[in-house]
C-alpha cells in the first residue's frame, strides 16, 4: 500500500504496480480538521485508490483495510471533539453536530479496473490452465511421434529436434489466436487488445512448449509428472499476491514457477493498458525459449542407443 500526504501517485487514471492501494492525504487536512471545533466547519477528505488490476484478491484486502482506518480515524475524532467541547461548556452549532457524524471524508477510486464482470479479474489465471495442458499435450504427442524413428546419426536427430521446434511454432500460432479468440467471442472475457493479447500468448505457448520438450529430451516420457505437478500445485499460488504466501512458498515455489510470467504479461495487457512490449514477463519468458533450445538441442549429443533406451521405459 502507498500512504502519502499530497498529491497522490497516479497518473492517466492508473497507479504504478508497485502498489495494490493508495491512501492519500491532502495538505489541507490539518487546517481543515482544526476548522471542525469553530462555526464553520469544513470535513477534511481523504482519497483510497484501489489498484484492482494487480491482483483481485490483495486489492480487495488493502481497499477493506483502509476503509478501516478511516473508520477508526472518524471514532478517534469525533470522541476528541465532543471531549474538547465537554470541557470548554461550549454549544455545538448544528453545522458541527452533522460534520461530527462523520468527520472525515472518503473518496473511493477503482484504478486499473477489472471490468463490469467478475470472472475478468481472474482472466489471465483462466488462459494459463487450458494453454498449459494444450503445451503439455503437444509437447507429449510430437515427443511420442519423433521418438519412434529410429535415427542413424545425429544429423538426422537434430534435424528431428529443428522439426519438432518448427511444428511446436506452427501449433503456438495457432494456440495463441484461437485461444484469444475463444477467450473474447465464446466465454465473454474483455480482451482490449486482440492482437498483442494473442501473440503474448502465441510466444507464452512456444516458450512453455520448449521447456517441456527439452525436459523430455532427456527424461523421457516421465517427465511429465513434473509439469503436471507443477499445474496442480502451482495454479492456486498464481491466484494469490506474493506478499499473501508464507516466506517458503514465495521464496522456493513461486520465484520459480515459469507460468508466472504469462499471468505478470496478461495484466499489463488487460488491465494496465500496455501493449506488448519488451518488458520483464516477456523477457524472462524468451529467455526460457532460449535456454530450453539449448537443452532441447544438446539432446542430440546423448549416444543413440541410450536416446532409443529413455524412449522405451518412458
Not at 90 to 114: C, F, G, R, Y
Not at 259 to 287: C, D, I, P
Amino acid at each position: 500500500m502507498f500512504i502519502a500526504p499530497g498529491v497522490p501517485p497516479v497518473t492517466g487514471g492508473s497507479l504504478p504496480q508497485e502498489y495494490y492501494a493508495a491512501f492519500v492525504i491532502p495538505k489541507d487536512f490539518s487546517a481543515k480538521q482544526d476548522s471542525l471545533r469553530t462555526p464553520a466547519p469544513a470535513s477534511p477528505e481523504v482519497q483510497i485508490y484501489i489498484n484492482q488490476g494487480m491482483n483481485a484478491a490483495a486489492s480487495t484486502m488493502a481497499g477493506s483495510i483502509l476503509n478501516g482506518v478511516i473508520d477508526t480515524m472518524n471514532n478517534t475524532i469525533r470522541t476528541q471533539l465532543l471531549e474538547g467541547i465537554k470541557t470548554q461548556s461550549a454549544s455545538l452549532m448544528a453545522d458541527q453536530a452533522s460534520k461530527l457524524a462523520n468527520p472525515i471524508a472518503k473518496k473511493v477510486t477503482n484504478v486499473n479496473e477489472t471490468g463490469t464482470k467478475s470472472a475478468n479479474g481472474n482472466a489471465p489465471i483462466s488462459l494459463f490452465q487450458p494453454l498449459w495442458m494444450a503445451c503439455i499435450a503437444s509437447a507429449a504427442i510430437l515427443f511420442m511421434v519423433i521418438s519412434k524413428v529410429t535415427f542413424k546419426t545425429r544429423k538426422e536427430s537434430l534435424l528431428a529436434k529443428v522439426t519438432q521446434m518448427v511444428i511446436g511454432a506452427v501449433v503456438a500460432v495457432v494456440v495463441g489466436f484461437g485461444l484469444t479468440w475463444l477467450a473474447d467471442r465464446m466465454i465473454g472475457l474483455h480482451i482490449p487488445q486482440f492482437a498483442d493479447t494473442a501473440l503474448f500468448l502465441t510466444i507464452t505457448f512456444f516458450c512453455f512448449f520448449l521447456l517441456i520438450s527439452a525436459v523430455l529430451s532427456w527424461l523421457g516420457f516421465k517427465g511429465i509428472a513434473i509439469f503436471a505437478l507443477m499445474l496442480f500445485f502451482g495454479a492456486p499460488l498464481l491466484a494469490l499476491a506474493p506478499e499473501m504466501m508464507s516466506s517458503f512458498y514465495r521464496d522456493w515455489v513461486y520465484s520459480w514457477l515459469p507460468m508466472r510470467f504469462m499471468v505478470e504479461g496478461l495484466r499489463e495487457l488487460f488491465f494496465f493498458g500496455k501493449g506488448l512490449s519488451w518488458n520483464h514477463a516477456l523477457s524472462s519468458l524468451t529467455w526460457i525459449g532460449i535456454v530450453s533450445i539449448v537443452v532441447l538441442l544438446g539432446s542430440v549429443l546423448k549416444p543413440l542407443a541410450i536416446q532409443k533406451q529413455q524412449t522405451l521405459e518412458g
